[in-house]
């Protein structure tokens, strides 16, 4: 009840003669009685609760209130006004309707909304604002909480249900209810059969109706099971709450502004598949390069396709090792480039001949020229030369040299002067191997969800493996060719037609389906001047349930087997391995303490950062968030005072 301070108020507010201008930058209402406006004096508002709102109303009720324009040095018509409200289920935001200002006051109203008449309580509310001051810093500007209770009343109709349910809630009263059907059946039974004679049938048709009641009972829970793997009361408080659901997505991380503190509603993880591929420009072999040592250096060939320099301070004599390579069948006539660093011991490349002449030398970011007469020399040779005169200070450390004649000299490592994926020079085809989903706000708050995985999520084009917070699911798959398989003779006129294939291979009917494979390349069918084509069913046209491994190396057309027998047997050591897509996707479940740990994961109020630990390549994420109401209407609000040109 207002004291007789505010009353005294309200009249000395309501007699004052103030010339009122209408704010247009607030929703209006036709008021077919002019509100009591209730005062706001020194950031206290001043109790209204002889204006009365019942349960159950809804947009229903106005209440007024009378602000000083001019507070802390503020001027409340040139900031966003706004009304919260405190419930038991929760806060919520709206803006105020009827703004209008004179040159003193501030009046506004508030339009109960239903959210805030759901329960006989009482609620709190505040009148707020928010803008910036004279220099461009951000301020927010509240009242004191006010106490307004709400009355209770009957219900309309068959009743207004109750705000925000929980799953677990609904869950119970569907039960009670089916429960207390069949309780009433068996009431009605046992009533029937204890009644006079001439009874009995209606006993029996209501002990049927009983026992059919409970066994729909019976059926309905179990048919709810699935439901509850991985159930999390609050993924349903979540859907049925009345909030703003905001989205973002990124790669390996998402970072929101605008969110809430609570739950993550939703959030999907899609991997990716990776896999290392080579030009075959590399001509220079690393790992022909044994244990070199003299003078107080090692040098030795490394298995990435350098070679590594080890040792400290200066040579205490020459170091003068050689490599001789006699296998030059990947040189050709013309320009040979190496680009390499200048190194203690040095690496040189020559082109010798039989009489150890020097044909052509080649040292660090040189060019030369190899001419069709040095490669018909007799005996020539590729030689690699590692030397140093004494005294010369050693540099340790792994180098990567680029020897090649086609190409950009990007490096890459030694493939036999072929490209690869090739059976002689496999590649691993790379997954997205997730393992934890961490959530960090900006006061360095965390969480984090650690995720096992059975196999790593694969991704070819669009079609992607992808995890959400209570399910994995595939749409890719990874094949496996161990050479047990059916596998025949295909020859044709032409190489890249001719080699092997697995007859029925393939686990669904394909038509030169994209993939990646371990020792080849999918092509979409016949592809001139690839060698080793994987084709994932027969072509495009019409396809079929068959693997192909066409103009493959080990195809033989001499051979009276084609080379089939090699091939198998290659396969039983060096497994054949794709990766492509299904049709149909498939789903199972995330193990329950995985999905206990995702459905713990919380946005932080203000900034959040989500991250995705993972090897392999970084995966795409998507999240849903719950939004700040208030960040949603700032944000709101700033775009409209940028579109008008300045500060509503």
Not at 419 to 436: K, M, R
Request: with cysteine.
């Amino acid at each position: 009840m207002a004291t007789v301070d505010e009353i005294l108020t309200r009249q000395a507010y309501a007699a004052g003669d103030e010339t009122w201008t209408k704010d247009n930058n607030y929703p209006s209402y036709t008021m077919y009685a002019e509100p009591e406006y209730v005062p706001v004096t020194n950031k206290r508002i001043a109790d209204f609760n002889d204006q009365v709102s019942v349960r159950g109303e809804q947009n229903a009720q106005f209440v007024g209130f009378q602000l000083p324009r001019y507070d802390d040095a503020m001027d409340l018509t040139k900031q966003n006004l706004y009304i919260h409200y405190q419930t038991v289920y929760g806060g919520s935001d709206g803006v105020p309707c009827n703004v209008s200002w004179s040159d003193n006051y501030v009046r506004m109203c508030w339009m109960i909304p239903g959210q805030a008449t759901q329960q006989p309580e009482a609620i709190q509310m505040m009148i707020y604002a928010t803008g910036t001051n004279s220099v461009g810093d951000r301020t927010v500007w509240k009242t004191l909480p006010a106490t307004y209770t709400i009355h209770d009343g009957l219900e309309i109709g068959g009743g207004i249900p109750e705000p925000d349910p929980s799953w677990y809630e609904q869950f119970v009263a569907q039960m009670e209810g089916k429960v207390s059907t069949a309780q009433g059946y068996a009431n009605d039974a046992q009533a029937s059969k204890t009644a006079a004679a001439g009874s009995a049938t209606a006993a029996a048709q209501s002990a049927d109706a009983s026992a059919k009641a409970l066994a729909e009972n019976k059926d309905y829970v179990e048919s709810q099971k699935e439901t509850f793997v991985g159930y999390n009361k609050r993924e349903t408080d979540l859907k049925y709450a009345n909030v703003l659901i905001g989205s973002a997505s990124g790669t390996g991380r998402v970072t929101v502004g605008d969110a809430w503190g609570t739950p993550i509603p939703d959030l999907g993880v899609a991997g990716k598949s990776d896999q290392f591929t080579t030009t075959g420009a590399q001509l220079f072999d690393a790992s022909k390069i044994p244990v070199l040592t003299a003078g107080g250096a090692t040098v030795v060939g490394t298995a990435d396709g350098g070679y590594r320099i080890s040792g400290s301070g200066d040579l205490t004599s020459s170091f003068y090792e050689t490599v001789k390579i006699t296998d030059i069948s990947m040189l050709k006539p013309g320009n040979i480039m190496l680009k390499s660093e200048a190194t203690v011991p040095k690496l040189s490349i020559k082109l010798i001949n039989s009489s150890s002449a020097t044909l052509l030398e080649l040292s660090e970011n040189q060019t030369k020229t190899i001419t069709e007469d040095m490669l018909n020399t007799e005996g020539v040779y590729l030689q690699y030369m590692l030397y140093g005169p004494s005294s010369r200070t050693i540099t340790p450390g792994t180098y990567y040299p680029m020897l090649y004649q086609d190409g950009d000299g990007t490096w890459e490592p030694y493939t036999g002067g072929q490209p690869s994926p090739s059976p002689d020079y496999p590649q691993e085809i790379v997954g997205t191997d997730v393992t934890a989903v961490t959530v960090l706000g900006d006061d360095n708050q965390s969480k984090t969800a650690t995720i096992q995985l059975t196999a790593p999520l694969h991704g070819i084009g669009e079609y992607r493996d992808r995890i959400t917070m209570t399910k994995r699911i595939d749409r890719c798959v990874e094949l496996t060719f161990d050479g047990s398989e059916d596998w025949r003779v295909r020859s044709w006129s032409r190489p890249t037609t001719s080699g092997f294939y697995a007859l029925g291979g393939l686990p669904e009917k394909m038509r030169a389906r994209p993939g990646l494979c371990n020792q080849g390349t999918v092509t979409p069918g016949e592809t001139e001047g690839v060698i080793n084509q994987i084709w994932l069913g027969s072509s495009p046209t019409y396809g079929s349930v068959d693997l192909y491994v066409m103009n493959n190396s080990f195809y033989n057309a001499e051979a009276d087997d084609k080379g089939l027998a090699a091939w198998k047997a290659h396969l039983a050591s060096h497994p054949l391995k794709i990766v492509t897509y299904l049709d149909t996707p498939v789903e199972t479940d995330l193990p329950a303490a995985t999905q206990s740990a995702l459905n713990a994961l919380t946005t932080f109020t203000g900034t959040t950062h989500i991250t995705i630990t993972a090897g392999g390549p970084e995966p795409d994420v998507a999240v849903e968030y719950v939004q700040d109401t208030k960040a949603v209407i700032a944000d709101i609000m700033a775009q409209i005072n940028e579109i008008r040109g300045g500060t509503t």
